[in-house]
């Protein structure tokens, strides 16, 4: 399986240029969240989505759009790319197996993304 | 949400155990406890979680103390390749993960 897969892994934009970040899993999970991380941070949420048609806002949402038309995909858009976006976005996925005590993330690799 | 508080750098001799220690003081009653790892800049792995009662898997033990106010990860033979940073993580609901800033553990030959 490959699990949880982003793409690109590298990407950088020019100031108001706009993009999607892609994310697929390949597990059927339920659950599919974005976090961004910054130099030094921990990983903050910003979009999750717990099936197909559903989404939420996380901590920090501001100029971040998602949606959730399939349960494999979970694309993550930016609709004018600033500065402050400069970080590492990460994709995870996430089941019940049918009990909350079995749930878990599942990362995916990370896509590096600069704005100048 | 339940927060956490973690050493932000530990070492530990290789082939030795590692403790890491997380503080949860105000964690409810049916808030799980959560450990990942991130090595270097990769995504976050799923180490091991717990309710209440202390949990074991083939990577680590989870100790949980009594009142539930704090955790102990442990690694019982670090190698070099367990260097990296731990987060510790009290689930508030499913799927919701509040990630702090973690420990960062240097294995040492």
């Known amino acids: 399986n490959a699990g949880v897969t982003q793409t690109p892994k590298f990407q950088v934009l020019k100031t108001g240029q706009s993009m999607t970040l892609q994310c697929a899993q390949d597990m059927n999970h339920e659950y599919m969240s974005w976090y961004r991380q910054d130099p030094g941070m921990g990983l903050r949420l910003i979009h999750y989505?717990?099936?197909?048609?559903?989404?939420d806002q996380g901590e920090v949402p501001n100029g971040y759009n998602v949606s959730r038309s399939t349960t494999e995909d979970f694309p993550l858009r930016l609709l004018s790319a600033a500065p402050s976006q400069t970080s590492v976005y990460f994709c995870?996925?996430?089941?019940?197996?049918?009990?909350?005590?079995?749930?878990?993330?599942?990362f995916g690799s990370g896509t590096q993304l600069s704005v100048l | 949400d339940a927060k956490t508080t973690q050493p932000t750098s530990m070492d530990c001799a290789e082939g030795r155990a590692a403790n890491l220690p997380c503080n949860h003081s105000?964690?409810?009653?049916?808030?799980?406890v959560y450990w990942y790892r991130q090595i270097h800049s990769q995504g976050p792995q799923y180490i091991i979680h717990?309710?209440?009662n202390n949990e074991t898997n083939e990577m680590a033990s989870l100790i949980i103390t009594e009142d539930r106010k704090s955790s102990t990860l442990i690694l019982p033979h670090a190698t070099l390749r367990d260097t990296a940073v731990y987060y510790c993580i009290v689930r508030a609901q499913l799927f919701k993960y509040i990630f702090g800033t973690g420990t960062r553990l240097k294995v040492l030959a």
């Open positions: 105000t964690i409810s009653g049916n808030e799980y």
């Open positions: 989505s717990v099936g197909a048609g559903i989404t």
């Open positions: 717990g309710l209440k």
């Open positions: 995870a996925s996430s089941w019940t197996g049918g009990t909350a005590t079995n749930e878990k993330l599942f």
